[in-house]
């Protein structure tokens, strides 16, 4: 399968995505508040604050709407170009979109900041952050909510603790009913994946050492080069870094991350999950794209929030099919988008049900859930961005992608041995819908 008529040698499909890769920007960089350790201080110690009271840098607008102007022209000359066929096209429209509507989302959060047209900016913000990272499914936060309320047994409440959950109860008021029940794989289907992935990734998963338990950063480094020396056809190399506290890959310097600033040694388990996360996944499909040159656009993880759906989903996915059990990640986040998206909370309140939930639920902190609801509040401190929705939905979808699947010959090849590729398919996506009724494609 080839995306474009160009060999690797010729340049004008890589100018072409050199152009692309030139609009990319994240929110996040903009939209950080320069204050956020003094605002999350005060904010916990005032419960009178509805919200932390947040200072931002100034932004460059003229340079924000100068990036959206190439945006449109490059979108303009993708559409009518005839050298690209369909996988790379899409590719470039969803990439460029979601540049757009990353820019628009810090133009419509500086507009409301500087109380500059309120209303408009709000609905403008809402409307980037459904494009960019799709919408809120009620039903499934409704079902998450019931879940994690339920899983609370109060017969085992401690009596200092009983103000706190009725406390809770009362702030959540009445819940919504879920009418459709949320995806959970089959525990078959689980162990079924599970046995798939050790059959294509053993001789990598052999590399781990018989009878040892706990391994060092430097330990697991030594492990991953190991594998990517005998197993894997690629230059990448593992190296410790004292200042991450998560592993991951930098595919453009060709670095796998080991973080080294983590408390504590890595379990056996541990050790398993991340080479399945950092190697199996994100460098044998980065490699299997390299390894053909007619690919050169799946050699990347592209299309933003999109991309990070796929990739990331497929990553965790494969974290749980090894271990054998599936397990909900990142279901906070979820609920703290929902009690701000469908129940209509403030920062204030949010951060209130929230802290309450997680206590009995998962033992967080004030800090840590201040620090979940910061992000789904992010840029504004009124308006809600559902960002974090890929999370939890990344992984949902994979399994769904995969129960549909399992019983294809080439599931495998498609998940691991094409590229960084999209097989979500998000060509019908909210992001693409959206970028037809504003007009920024056809």
Request: aromatic fraction near 10%.
């Amino acid at each position: 399968m080839q995306i474009a008529n160009v060999s690797g040698k010729d340049g004008t499909f890589y100018e072409l995505m050199k152009a692309v890769d030139s609009c990319r920007l994240s929110y996040v960089d903009y939209l950080r508040p320069a204050n956020e350790a003094d605002a999350m201080k005060e904010f916990l110690a005032d419960e009178l604050l509805s919200r932390p009271r947040y200072d931002y840098d100034e932004i460059d607008i003229e340079k924000l709407k100068k990036k959206r102007a190439r945006i449109q022209y490059l979108l303009r000359e993708i559409q009518v170009r005839d050298d690209l066929m369909d996988d790379a096209r899409w590719s470039f429209i969803k990439d460029l979109g979601q540049s757009w509507y990353q820019t628009e989302l810090i133009l419509a959060a500086n507009d409301y900041n500087q109380n500059n047209g309120r209303l408009e900016a709000a609905k403008r913000f809402e409307r980037a952050g459904d494009a960019a990272f799709g919408r809120m499914h009620e039903d499934t936060f409704w079902s998450l909510m019931r879940e994690r309320i339920g899983g609370i047994d109060t017969r085992r409440i401690r009596q200092k603790d009983q103000d706190i959950y009725h406390e809770m109860i009362d702030k959540i008021g009445v819940m919504g009913r879920n009418h459709k029940k949320r995806y959970i794989p089959r525990p078959e289907l689980v162990r079924e994946f599970g046995r798939q992935l050790k059959a294509l990734f053993g001789g990598i998963l052999s590399h781990v050492p018989e009878g040892k338990d706990e391994f060092t950063p430097a330990e697991v480094a030594s492990v991953f080069n190991e594998i990517i020396k005998t197993e894997l056809n690629t230059d990448f190399e593992a190296v410790v870094n004292k200042e991450h506290l998560t592993a991951s890959v930098n595919a453009s310097k060709k670095k796998i991350i080991i973080p080294g600033g983590r408390n504590g040694n890595y379990s056996r388990n541990e050790l398993e999950s991340i080479i399945m996360h950092e190697l199996c996944v994100h460098t044998v499909r980065f490699a299997s794209a390299r390894a053909n040159g007619s690919l050169p656009i799946l050699a990347q993880s592209r299309s933003g929030a999109y991309s990070r759906l796929t990739e990331e989903g497929l990553a965790k996915v494969c974290e749980q099919a090894l271990d054998g059990r599936y397990d909900d990640l990142s279901i906070v986040r979820y609920l703290s988008i929902g009690l701000a998206q469908v129940c209509k909370k403030d920062f204030r309140e949010t951060f209130e049900i929230l802290w309450r939930i997680e206590h009995f639920a998962s033992g967080r902190t004030k800090e840590d859930c201040f620090s979940i609801v910061q992000r789904t509040f992010r840029g504004t401190g009124v308006l809600p961005i559902n960002a974090d929705l890929y999370y939890y939905r990344g992984y949902a979808l994979v399994w769904q992608y995969i129960d549909e699947h399992i019983k294809d010959e080439n599931l495998m090849s498609v998940l691991f041995l094409s590229g960084k590729n999209d097989f979500l398919d998000q060509k019908r996506s909210t992001l693409v819908r959206i970028m037809r009724e504003d007009k920024l494609i056809d």
